[in-house]
């Protein structure tokens, strides 16, 4: 099911009595998060006495369908939310040795539902595909007693980009397609962090006046970054007119082009030990260097990946060793830092 066929059935009236929330998209969950909580809680009071949260990585499911199964003194209706199911599924042995036992509570509780009690069972740690895909369908096996799968996926480019026009539009935010496009990168096409910077960009541009690269640059976490890695991209592309036209916008936007040149050595050192690693993809590898304890979320594992895609290991190490040499050159007398990063430019990348 889709989150907004569930947002269909609260329209109706008809919530499950149990649902399996399931992916890790936070926009559209939170949307059907809320609307559920709207729907069987609708004043302040109702949630205040209704609303109980239980976490499965530091409780049973026994417990928790024991409290669902007590009928309040206090509340008519209850929403019990339930974070980490994936703590539940059985693990080594006891996954070996078959063990139910969450699952047959669960079906003995849907024998038997209280009335007024919904319970969301949440995970939102696994996404679709990639190495989670058999975790998600253990997951589903486990909680097969539950008819209401609703899923979560990551918004598409396409689709996030849809979405930042719409909440552009509702919040009467005028913005540009490159500054839309600068917006995706930011914010890594997260759904969530879309429609929080696109709220925070309405309270701080002017009224009838479109963003600027400017605006995005002040109010959007790691815009500055986009537009660097921007320049790799095109690097990596071998584009040096593009490049240079990057390389211009930084240092009208003052840019300091040593940080800049900082954060190409750390995007190529990553993509050549990922592909020195033969890592597959943006999961792998957020999954890969956050095990070795190097710091990766996932707007920066795209980066990477993209990274990888466009360098082939030859050129990867030829770039490292040209960033190397700007990087000396920019602690020498020279006439701006400009130049440096300009003359790199022009060795990294063929001519045209």
Same mark, same amino acid.
């Given at each position: 099911?889709?989150?907004?066929?569930?947002?269909?059935?609260?329209?109706?009236?008809?919530?499950?009595?149990?649902?399996?929330?399931?992916?890790?998209?936070?926009?559209?969950?939170?949307?059907?998060?809320?609307?559920?909580?709207?729907?069987?809680?609708?004043?302040?009071?109702?949630?205040?006495?209704?609303?109980?949260?239980?976490?499965? $990585?530091?409780?049973?499911? =026994?417990?928790?369908? *024991? +409290?669902?199964?007590? #009928?309040?003194?206090? @509340?008519?209706?209850?929403? !019990?939310?339930?974070?980490?199911?994936?703590?539940?599924?059985?693990?080594?042995?006891?996954?070996?040795?078959?063990?139910?036992?969450?699952?047959?509570?669960?079906?003995?509780?849907?024998?038997?539902?209280?009335?007024?009690?919904?319970?969301?069972?949440?995970?939102?740690?696994?996404?679709?595909?990639?190495?989670?895909?058999?975790?998600?369908?253990?997951?589903?096996?486990?909680?097969?007693?539950?008819?209401?799968?609703?899923?979560?996926?990551?918004?598409?480019?396409?689709?996030?980009?849809?979405?930042?026009?719409?909440?552009?539009?509702?919040?009467?935010?005028?913005?540009?397609?490159?500054?839309?496009?600068?917006?995706?990168?930011?914010?890594?096409?997260?759904?969530?962090?879309?429609?929080?910077?696109?709220?925070?960009?309405?309270?701080? $541009?002017?009224?009838?006046? =479109?963003?600027?690269? *400017? +605006?995005?640059?002040? #109010?959007?976490?790691? @815009?500055?970054?986009?537009? !660097?890695?921007?320049?790799?991209?095109?690097?990596?592309?071998?584009?040096?007119?593009?490049?240079?036209?990057?390389?211009?916008?930084?240092?009208?936007?003052?840019?300091?082009?040593?940080?800049?040149?900082?954060?190409?050595?750390?995007?190529?050192?990553?993509?050549?030990?990922?592909?020195?690693?033969?890592?597959?993809?943006?999961?792998?590898?957020?999954?890969?260097?956050?095990?070795?304890?190097?710091?990766?979320?996932?707007?920066?594992?795209?980066?990477?990946?993209?990274?990888?895609?466009?360098?082939?290991?030859?050129?990867?190490?030829?770039?490292?060793?040209?960033?190397?040499?700007?990087?000396?050159?920019?602690?020498?007398?020279?006439?701006?830092?400009?130049?440096?990063?300009?003359?790199?430019?022009?060795?990294?990348?063929?001519?045209?």
């Amino acid at each position: 099911m889709t989150a907004e066929q569930f947002l269909s059935l609260l329209v109706k009236g008809k919530p499950p009595a149990v649902s399996l929330f399931l992916g890790p998209d936070a926009y559209m969950r939170k949307l059907c998060k809320d609307g559920l909580v709207a729907a069987i809680l609708p004043s302040a009071e109702d949630r205040e006495s209704g609303w109980s949260r239980w976490d499965l $990585a530091e409780t049973s499911i =026994a417990k928790v369908l *024991d +409290d669902a199964s007590a #009928m309040s003194l206090f @509340a008519a209706n209850r929403v !019990i939310w339930v974070a980490g199911a994936e703590a539940a599924v059985p693990k080594g042995r006891a996954k070996a040795d078959e063990d139910t036992s969450g699952l047959k509570e669960i079906e003995a509780y849907l024998g038997n539902p209280t009335p007024g009690t919904t319970i969301v069972f949440d995970c939102s740690r696994y996404d679709f595909d990639g190495d989670d895909k058999t975790r998600v369908e253990n997951l589903r096996k486990f909680y097969s007693a539950v008819k209401t799968h609703v899923e979560f996926p990551r918004f598409t480019k396409e689709s996030a980009r849809s979405l930042a026009l719409e909440l552009a539009a509702e919040r009467k935010l005028k913005i540009g397609p490159k500054e839309l496009e600068l917006l995706l990168e930011a914010t890594g096409a997260d759904a969530a962090l879309i429609d929080q910077e696109i709220e925070k960009l309405s309270l701080y $541009a002017k009224p009838g006046v =479109a963003v600027t690269m *400017d +605006d995005l640059n002040v #109010m959007v976490p790691n @815009a500055r970054a986009a537009n !660097i890695f921007a320049l790799v991209a095109a690097i990596g592309k071998g584009d040096r007119i593009q490049s240079l036209d990057i390389l211009d916008t930084l240092v009208r936007e003052g840019e300091y082009l040593p940080l800049a040149l900082n954060f190409l050595a750390t995007q190529f050192r990553l993509a050549l030990a990922a592909h020195e690693a033969k890592l597959k993809g943006s999961m792998q590898i957020q999954a890969h260097f956050t095990k070795s304890g190097i710091a990766m979320w996932k707007a920066r594992a795209e980066q990477v990946e993209q990274t990888v895609n466009a360098f082939t290991i030859p050129k990867l190490k030829k770039a490292i060793g040209l960033v190397y040499e700007a990087d000396q050159s920019l602690k020498d007398t020279r006439p701006d830092d400009r130049t440096v990063i300009e003359e790199f430019i022009w060795k990294v990348t063929p001519k045209n």
